[in-house]
């Protein structure tokens, strides 16, 4: 079993990576050395909250060390959700890059407005946001459009919580506020207490398209809103009867459920489910730049996100990364026979 990518994915991952070589080749230590003002980071990224929360933050830190900056740290920028990475460069200057992670929404509200330097997104740009910033060129070609990581949207619940599988009628179900106890569902005599992303989030917006707009029904008023996918985990895994949703990288010590779609069987979401999009809320994380103004030392850092080092980055985040390898089958019990066979001569 192996993981697919798009033809357009394979190719643009060739040409950044033969950038990087080219830009590191003939240019050794532009990616820095370019830098701006020691008062101006040499990288922004705003947006997704999945992916600045720690993933961004790990990658920039990569690549600094990558170019031989020393001392690199990451540490709070003094305002939530957002965070600085620091480094010092051969010459003794300090470099640094920004990272702030307040929703997906807002990375490209950043684009627009120069800000950012790159927009980090959960979900694929929206049409909407598409025309606003049609004036910067396509946003949805390969030069603009990275996709860095694959992730599942997990459906989290009280580490008590008896359940273990749900289906995505009867999670949208109780997220539009029509299940409010949970012996409903065949679980413990507790209320339901609903915890959920904010509207600038794509994590929300991911969750909003795949769950509720599948069953036609929207959030109840009462859920608790979130701008942090690991707050929202942590306090989902301290309130009996609490369920939420959050990135796979965000899951704690909160309990992920198993998840059905229709008629198929429940699927957890676990490294294999998610790498071949076969679990029912998998989703694709992406960075989208400026397809003409891009800059050597941005164009080196996505070559880098692409490459072996970023992509084990991406791994050791939470996430799934975009390899192409073999992964051995667990046979399970409820499998049917034939496939069973299958699965343990695969």
């Known amino acids: 079993m192996a ?3 798009s033809e357009r994915d394979v190719w643009s991952r060739a040409f950044s990576l033969l950038l990087l070589g080219f830009v590191c080749y003939s240019f050794p230590g532009l990616a820095i ?46 305002r939530e959700n957002e965070q600085r990475i620091s480094a010092t460069a051969a010459d003794g ?51 603009a459009e990275q996709v860095i990581a694959i992730d599942g949207l997990a459906i989290i619940v009280h580490p008590d919580n008896p359940l273990s599988t749900l289906t995505v009628a009867q999670v949208a179900q109780l997220f539009a506020g029509e299940v409010s106890n949970w012996r409903e569902l065949g679980g413990a005599d507790i209320a339901v207490k609903l915890f959920a992303r ?17 069953q036609d029904k929207t959030l ?14 942590q306090d989902v895994s301290k309130v009996p009867g609490a369920i939420g949703f959050v990135g796979l ?12 779609d229709g008629d198929s069987q429940p699927m957890a979401p676990t490294s294999a489910s998610i790498a071949t999009e076969d679990y029912p809320l998998s989703r694709r994380l992406f960075l989208y730049a400026r397809p003409g103004e891009q800059s050597a030392q941005l164009q080196a850092f996505i070559a880098y996100v692409h490459g072996a080092a970023g992509q084990a980055i991406v791994e050791r985040s939470g996430y799934v990364a975009q390899s192409i390898r073999a992964i051995k089958l667990a046979v399970q019990a409820d499998m049917p026979p034939a496939y069973q066979q299958l699965a343990r001569e695969a």
């Open 3 to 5: 993981v697919s990518v």
């Open 33 to 78: 050395g370019a830098a701006p003002a020691a008062d101006r980071p040499v990288l922004s990224i705003q947006g997704s909250n999945t992916v600045g929360a720690k993933l961004a933050p790990m990658l920039i830190a990569g690549f600094f060390e990558s170019q031989g900056l020393r001392d690199v740290r990451i540490a709070p920028a003094g």
């Open 93 to 143: 200057r300090m470099v640094f890059a920004e990272v702030a992670a307040h929703g997906t929404g807002t990375g490209f509200a950043g684009l627009k407005d120069a800000s950012a330097d790159l927009a980090a997104a959960s979900r694929p740009i929206k049409q909407s946001e598409l025309d606003a910033l049609a004036e910067l060129g396509d946003l949805r070609s390969a030069e």
């Open 198 to 214: 904010d509207d600038r989030s794509g994590t929300y917006d991911t969750f909003k398209e795949l769950v509720l707009g599948s």
């Open 220 to 233: 109840a008023l009462r859920a608790r809103r979130y701008e942090s996918n690991d707050q929202l985990s």
């Open 249 to 260: 990288a965000s899951v704690g010590s909160a309990k992920p459920l198993a998840i059905a």
